[in-house]
């Protein structure tokens, strides 16, 4: 007698069948649709032109798009100065890589509030301005890293006054005596700009500052990279100078 399967087994087996192909179907769609593996690392645009950076930009997979402008006097009008992702950060294929350039002519923005701000979200808003993060000068108060003062060229600035585009704003931070403490990272390879925010991402100060005798412009130093640094690796008090030594010459890289 011939065997029948049993219209149950047949549906079950069906049913399952069914699901797998569904799950490999998502599993493709998502795949494709968030391209899973396919990362590039984001390049370097600092100091290039918006041309030479969108050049750029295609040869490594990804895009730019100007998003901000400030003023840095000595910088050539027109070039990178800033980007987001930093330059080296991992990043899907495709993804836009945020500019800030530097005006051909200097503008006016209006400073923030940063008063009771930690230093990430004071740095934030000041970079959101077209502002620098200068000197973290800390004090002892019961809150760690709360900005309690704000100052440009060495004086006081009031929320609302009018500061030109690129400027450096100094904090005055709060410091509990239990929470004095950061280490140094390694700068090494870095560009002064990624250097210095690298640094404050420690809450550490950048110190001396020294260029290669080859370095003699203002676009030579935004190219140039450290190779020499002070306390790498060390436990610090939050506001700690880091020294730090720049050149062109990348074959003056120390092994990793």
Same mark, same amino acid.
């Given at each position: 007698?011939?065997?029948?399967?049993?219209?149950? #087994?047949?549906?079950? &087996? &069906?049913? &399952?069948?069914? =699901?797998?192909?569904?799950? =490999?179907?998502?599993?493709?769609?998502?795949?494709?649709? %968030?391209?899973?593996?396919?990362?590039?690392?984001?390049?370097?645009?600092?100091?290039?032109?918006?041309?030479?950076?969108?050049?750029?930009?295609?040869?490594?997979?990804?895009?730019?798009?100007?998003?901000?402008?400030?003023?840095? @006097?000595?910088?050539?009008?027109?070039?990178?100065?800033?980007?987001?992702?930093?330059?080296?950060? %991992?990043?899907?294929?495709?993804?836009?890589?945020?500019?800030?350039?530097?005006? !051909?002519?200097?503008?006016? =923005?209006? /400073?923030?509030?940063?008063?009771?701000?930690?230093?990430?979200?004071? @740095?934030?808003?000041?970079?959101? @301005?077209?502002?620098?993060?200068?000197? &973290?000068?800390? #004090? @002892?108060?019961?809150?760690?890293?709360?900005?309690?003062?704000?100052?440009?060229?060495?004086?006081?600035?009031? +929320?609302?006054?009018? !500061?030109?585009?690129?400027?450096?704003?100094?904090?005055?931070?709060?410091?509990?005596?239990?929470?004095?403490?950061?280490? #140094?990272?390694?700068?090494?390879? /870095?560009?002064? #700009?990624? +250097? %210095?925010?690298?640094?404050?991402?420690?809450?550490?100060?950048?110190?001396? !500052?020294?260029?290669?005798?080859?370095?003699? %412009?203002? +676009?030579?130093? /935004?190219? +140039?990279?450290?190779?020499?640094?002070?306390? /790498?690796?060390?436990?610090?008090?939050?506001?700690?100078? =880091?020294?730090?030594?720049?050149?062109?010459?990348?074959?003056?890289?120390?092994?990793?």
């Amino acid at each position: 007698m011939a065997f029948k399967p049993n219209w149950i #087994v047949k549906n079950l &087996l &069906l049913g &399952l069948l069914f =699901v797998a192909l569904v799950l =490999v179907g998502v599993a493709i769609g998502l795949n494709l649709i %968030t391209r899973h593996g396919q990362n590039v690392i984001a390049p370097d645009f600092t100091n290039l032109s918006v041309q030479e950076a969108t050049e750029l930009a295609e040869k490594e997979n990804v895009a730019v798009k100007v998003v901000d402008s400030v003023f840095v @006097r000595r910088l050539q009008g027109g070039v990178v100065y800033r980007q987001s992702p930093r330059a080296g950060a %991992t990043v899907k294929k495709g993804r836009s890589i945020f500019l800030t350039i530097n005006s !051909v002519v200097p503008r006016k =923005v209006v /400073m923030p509030n940063l008063f009771g701000y930690s230093v990430t979200e004071a @740095r934030s808003e000041l970079q959101n @301005r077209g502002l620098n993060l200068g000197k &973290l000068n800390y #004090v @002892r108060d019961i809150a760690t890293n709360s900005v309690l003062g704000q100052f440009c060229e060495g004086r006081e600035i009031k +929320a609302g006054d009018l !500061v030109v585009s690129g400027s450096t704003i100094d904090l005055k931070v709060g410091v509990a005596r239990e929470d004095n403490q950061t280490t #140094v990272p390694r700068l090494i390879g /870095m560009k002064y #700009v990624m +250097a %210095t925010d690298a640094l404050h991402d420690r809450f550490l100060n950048l110190g001396q !500052v020294r260029f290669d005798p080859e370095i003699r %412009t203002y +676009a030579d130093s /935004m190219n +140039a990279v450290v190779y020499k640094q002070s306390a /790498m690796g060390e436990n610090k008090n939050l506001g700690f100078p =880091v020294n730090i030594t720049l050149t062109l010459d990348t074959s003056k890289l120390p092994a990793e």
